[in-house]
């Protein structure tokens, strides 16, 4: 059984900060790539950044230039940064790694932004 465990979710401000982590196992994290989804009530889970090949990143258009994915390959951790936080960034995020069909998934952890 692989274990995505994330933390650092919460409540926010409009305009606030979070960083969000995820530990993988050390095999599936130098191996898969390692990405960030979200999913808000009703709606179906997308895409909001993740490493391609490499260290190559990519965003949802809705994040970029305020979202940040980074890794620390000593600690087997992959990070989001998120700033400017607005209230429709409001959801479960969940860390995935993939590799090709595997794919394994984090529990999540809820994000709110609201004043």
């Known amino acids: 059984q692989v274990q995505l465990v994330e933390s650092g979710g919460g409540l926010v401000q409009p305009g606030g900060s979070l960083r969000l982590s995820c530990a993988a196992p050390g095999r599936i994290f130098s191996r898969y790539a390692m990405g960030w989804y979200r999913q808000a009530p009703g709606k179906q889970r997308e895409l909001v950044a993740t490493f391609s090949s490499g260290d190559t990143a990519i965003y949802a258009d809705s994040v970029k230039g305020r979202f940040t994915i980074s890794r620390d390959n000593a600690k087997n951790t992959v990070y989001l940064q998120m700033n400017s936080l607005r209230p429709e960034d409001t959801a479960v995020y969940y860390c995935?790694?993939?590799?090709?069909?595997?794919?394994?998934w984090g529990q999540g952890t809820q994000v709110t932004v609201s004043s």
């Open positions: 995935r790694a993939g590799l090709g069909p595997m794919v394994y």
